[in-house]
């Protein structure tokens, strides 16, 4: 079945340091690629999306290419700040029902940024 | 507008005893998901309504958890009797219906521990 695998945190970077966290993805089908962020105490929420392979999913400074050929979503930021520290979730979906996709989910990355 | 909302927040109960989880999508949306994220695993898809009805609930553990949407609006899960292993963070989602691709936003979470 699909399944994300994702680096284990937690990741801890000074702020202004390079951001990157791999993804990589096993999937049957033609998946559309996703990240999601949580920060303290509240719930997921869609960071950035590609749908087909080459595009770049972009939002907030976070990017993400889909790369067919690797299996790969890895998530970059130039520049990290503070209010960054989150937990994010790679993950994959092929399966549109009832007009939204159900996710597979990695397991998540913790990134602690410090001043 | 009010996102998604969950009741209770945490939850402490001992093996063998019953909870009640609450989810409250935003007003209006026909979509309604359940997920569960076990300690430092995956976030794991239980169930999907569209309204009342349930669309998907090929997630659910066993028949020890039981999901229902009484009148189209808020859902509640049920764990009865509760085990060791059904501790983690159960999520719930909601989305709009409509042509395409919807995002699903997400509630904050309700942490069970059960003892």
């Known amino acids: 079945g699909d399944s994300v695998t994702q680096m284990e945190g937690p990741v801890t970077l000074s702020e202004e340091a390079f951001l990157t966290i791999n993804c990589t993805y096993t999937?049957?089908?033609?998946?559309?690629l996703f990240w999601y962020v949580q920060y303290p105490g509240e719930g997921l929420q869609l960071l950035l999306k590609?749908?087909?392979?080459?595009d770049k999913g972009s939002n907030k400074g976070f990017e993400a290419t889909y790369r067919k050929e690797t299996t790969s979503f890895h998530l970059e930021k130039g520049s990290v700040q503070v209010s960054d520290s989150a937990v994010y979730f790679c993950?994959?979906?092929?399966?549109?029902?009832?007009?939204?996709?159900?996710?597979?989910f990695g397991r998540g990355t913790s990134l602690i940024v410090h001043p | 507008e009010a996102g998604v909302t969950q009741f209770p927040s945490h939850s402490v109960i001992e093996k063998g005893q019953t909870v009640t989880l609450r989810c409250d999508p935003i007003?209006?949306?026909?979509?309604l998901y359940w997920y569960r994220r076990v300690m430092g695993k995956e976030i794991k898809f239980l169930l999907h309504?569209?309204?009342?009805?349930?669309?998907?609930e090929s997630g659910m553990p066993n028949n020890r958890f039981l999901a229902e949407r009484t009148g189209g609006t808020y859902s509640t899960l049920k764990v009865q009797p509760a085990e060791l292993e059904d501790s983690g963070v159960y999520f719930c989602?909601?989305?709009?219906?409509?042509?395409?691709?919807?995002?699903?936003?997400f509630g904050p979470g309700t942490r069970l521990t059960v003892l």
């Open positions: 999937a049957t089908g033609y998946p559309s």
């Open positions: 989602a909601s989305s709009p219906s409509a042509g395409g691709y919807n995002e699903q936003f």
């Open positions: 007003s209006g949306h026909d979509n």
């Open positions: 993950a994959l979906s092929d399966q549109l029902t009832g007009g939204s996709y159900i996710p597979t």
């Open positions: 309504f569209v309204k009342e009805s349930k669309q998907d």
């Open positions: 590609a749908t087909k392979a080459d």
